[in-house]
């Protein structure tokens, strides 16, 4: 439905931010109505989005609910204070303008009790921790990846071998045996081994189609040579003008044997290599059914990021009586619905890690371990660069679950930084609140006016260089 987004960043970006930062703006605003509402205080205009005004929707109870041009969230409007509208905030006309809307009793955010501002301030805070817990939640009802089984990478066979007469391809990657998944390359290979002589069906997904799936059928024969079975390193790739060039190995050989020894992984071909740099070394090679025998010499001071041989090395697996050689490729995931109980367990304890880690930031920050990349704040448009990643991979892998994590995230984070105690986040206003509860006295509105107008003059300021920062140094190319 929406793969007109994959491929296309600018577009995934405009969409990411509907999805992602309207929804937790807008849910902070309404968590700051339902707690003013819940304690007394006047809100005179509930907003849909940043004026201008593009309609009144319509009046309840006193306040004014409207849809406005800018899609920024919302905002709430309470009595005797006026953020969206400077030009009419003064006290004596929101009254007026109460009053005529049939409100009788009215209070303004001041006038409501310590603990009262502390619940209205704080609104915002756990409506973004609300509806991280319900997507969460819903993520999990939807489905979480869980491993069902592992694959193996065909790397080569022999071009007679009854595998590659059943139509199996280098490169194939095998999912399943008669129907059956297995744990890892060794339960496949022992899955094989079992059913020695009968009919076996492998389940095939070919590199070039990974969306489709075939069924390609052999009969195994381990008579001559059962459980032979054998990891050796695998040649993944050969530098140009290197020794191994010269030598003609070539990628997919199997290093079989080193100076006539048997080896098994790359950490013994380079330890070997390492002790004999300058000397001429023998290899047996395994090349799709043929052992084919070479020499060389490593070079005592090869170019940068090319060894000494000049060949990259994985290791891989040879199964002698079918000539396969293989490797265990990528996990097999599948979407599994979680139940309600285990689907709210899920969503408490990531809300948990994600607050574990930013409240481990700052210790991080001053012990100088801390990343880069996290250190990077990002604007609006940074997370909406984000968030089309996700978005695009949320349905590249049909898993809806990866954006409404992501939003959860957003929405936490949103949360806790507006709890920081910086003037004029809601943080910075409970800074005041609790001023005046210990010192038993209100701080001038005045002094606490300027406070909030500094602090929004600086936190402007930061919104523009990182605006910038993220258009010169999008965030995606962190994570491509």
């Given at each position: 439905?929406?793969?007109?987004?994959l491929?296309?960043?600018?577009?995934?970006?405009?969409?990411?931010?509907?999805?992602v930062?309207?929804?937790?703006?807008?849910?902070?605003?309404?968590?700051?109505?339902?707690?003013?509402?819940?304690?007394?205080?006047?809100?005179?205009?509930?907003?849909?989005?940043?004026?201008?005004?593009?309609?009144?929707?319509?009046?309840?109870?006193?306040?004014?609910?409207?849809?406005?041009?800018?899609?920024?969230?919302?905002?709430?409007?309470?009595?005797?204070?006026?953020?969206?509208?400077?030009?009419?905030?003064?006290?004596?006309?929101?009254?007026?303008?109460?009053?005529?809307?049939?409100v009788?009793?009215?209070?303004?955010?001041?006038?409501?009790?310590?603990?009262?501002?502390?619940?209205?301030?704080?609104?915002?805070?756990?409506?973004?921790f609300?509806?991280?817990?319900?997507?969460l939640?819903?993520?999990?009802?939807?489905?979480?990846?869980e491993?069902?089984?592992?694959?193996?990478?065909?790397?080569?066979?022999?071009?007679?071998?009854?595998?590659?007469?059943?139509?199996?391809?280098?490169?194939?990657?095998?999912?399943?045996i008669?129907?059956?998944?297995?744990?890892?390359?060794?339960?496949?290979?022992?899955?094989?081994?079992?059913l020695?002589?009968?009919?076996?069906?492998?389940?095939?997904?070919?590199?070039?189609e990974?969306?489709?799936?075939?069924?390609?059928?052999?009969?195994?024969d381990?008579?001559?040579?059962?459980?032979?079975?054998?990891?050796?390193?695998?040649?993944?790739?050969?530098?140009?003008?290197?020794?191994?060039?010269?030598?003609?190995?070539?990628?997919?050989?199997?290093?079989?044997?080193?100076?006539?020894?048997?080896?098994?992984?790359?950490?013994?071909?380079?330890?070997?290599?390492?002790?004999?740099?300058?000397?001429?070394?023998?290899?047996?090679?395994?090349?799709?059914?043929?052992?084919?025998?070479?020499?060389?010499?490593?070079?005592?001071?090869?170019?940068?990021?090319?060894?000494?041989?000049?060949?990259?090395?994985?290791?891989?697996?040879?199964?002698?009586?079918?000539?396969?050689?293989?490797?265990?490729?990528?996990?097999?995931?599948?979407?599994?619905?979680?139940?309600?109980?285990?689907?709210?367990?899920?969503?408490?304890?990531?809300?948990?890690e994600?607050?574990?880690?930013?409240?481990?930031?700052?210790?991080?920050?001053?012990?100088?371990?801390?990343?880069?990349?996290?250190?990077?704040?990002?604007?609006?448009?940074?997370?909406?660069?984000?968030?089309?990643f996700?978005?695009?991979?949320?349905?590249?892998?049909?898993?809806?679950?990866?954006?409404?994590?992501?939003?959860?995230?957003?929405?936490?984070?949103?949360?806790?930084?507006?709890?920081?105690?910086?003037?004029?986040?809601?943080?910075?206003?409970?800074?005041f609140?609790?001023?005046?509860?210990?010192?038993?006295?209100?701080?001038?509105?005045?002094?606490?006016?300027?406070?909030?107008?500094?602090?929004?003059?600086?936190?402007?300021?930061?919104?523009?260089?990182?605006?910038?920062?993220?258009?010169a140094?999008?965030?995606?190319?962190?994570?491509?």
């Amino acid at each position: 439905m929406f793969d007109f987004l994959l491929g296309n960043d600018a577009l995934s970006t405009i969409f990411a931010f509907i999805l992602v930062l309207i929804p937790a703006v807008f849910i902070h605003e309404l968590g700051h109505f339902l707690a003013a509402k819940a304690v007394g205080i006047t809100i005179l205009e509930f907003g849909i989005g940043f004026p201008p005004r593009l309609v009144r929707l319509f009046t309840y109870r006193g306040t004014e609910y409207t849809l406005n041009w800018l899609p920024l969230g919302g905002f709430v409007r309470p009595l005797g204070e006026d953020f969206v509208r400077p030009n009419e905030n003064e006290e004596a006309h929101d009254r007026e303008e109460a009053r005529q809307r049939g409100v009788e009793k009215m209070m303004t955010v001041n006038e409501a009790k310590p603990p009262a501002r502390l619940l209205f301030l704080t609104g915002g805070a756990l409506a973004n921790f609300v509806l991280a817990v319900v997507l969460l939640m819903l993520a999990a009802l939807m489905g979480l990846p869980e491993t069902v089984g592992a694959r193996v990478n065909v790397i080569s066979l022999p071009a007679n071998s009854v595998l590659a007469n059943s139509g199996l391809q280098a490169f194939d990657a095998i999912e399943s045996i008669n129907g059956e998944t297995f744990d890892d390359s060794g339960d496949f290979a022992r899955s094989l081994e079992a059913l020695d002589g009968e009919l076996v069906t492998l389940t095939v997904r070919r590199a070039e189609e990974p969306d489709a799936v075939q069924a390609l059928t052999f009969t195994p024969d381990f008579s001559e040579t059962a459980a032979a079975i054998d990891t050796h390193p695998l040649v993944a790739g050969v530098s140009v003008d290197s020794p191994a060039e010269s030598a003609g190995l070539q990628v997919g050989d199997l290093i079989m044997s080193f100076n006539g020894e048997t080896i098994t992984n790359f950490p013994d071909l380079q330890q070997r290599t390492r002790e004999n740099v300058g000397q001429e070394v023998d290899l047996v090679l395994w090349r799709a059914g043929e052992i084919i025998e070479t020499a060389l010499v490593p070079r005592v001071d090869p170019p940068p990021g090319q060894g000494a041989m000049g060949i990259e090395v994985g290791d891989a697996t040879i199964n002698q009586a079918l000539g396969l050689v293989y490797q265990e490729g990528a996990p097999q995931v599948e979407l599994q619905s979680q139940p309600v109980g285990e689907a709210m367990t899920y969503s408490v304890n990531r809300i948990g890690e994600v607050v574990g880690l930013m409240a481990a930031l700052p210790g991080e920050i001053i012990r100088g371990t801390a990343e880069p990349e996290e250190l990077r704040l990002a604007s609006p448009l940074g997370v909406s660069q984000v968030g089309s990643f996700f978005l695009q991979e949320s349905i590249q892998r049909n898993q809806p679950g990866l954006i409404l994590e992501f939003v959860a995230l957003i929405s936490i984070a949103l949360g806790i930084t507006n709890l920081l105690p910086i003037p004029p986040l809601d943080g910075g206003r409970i800074l005041f609140v609790i001023v005046e509860i210990v010192r038993g006295r209100p701080i001038a509105p005045e002094r606490e006016g300027m406070v909030h107008l500094i602090g929004f003059a600086l936190l402007l300021s930061l919104m523009v260089v990182t605006v910038l920062n993220d258009i010169a140094n999008p965030l995606t190319d962190l994570l491509r």
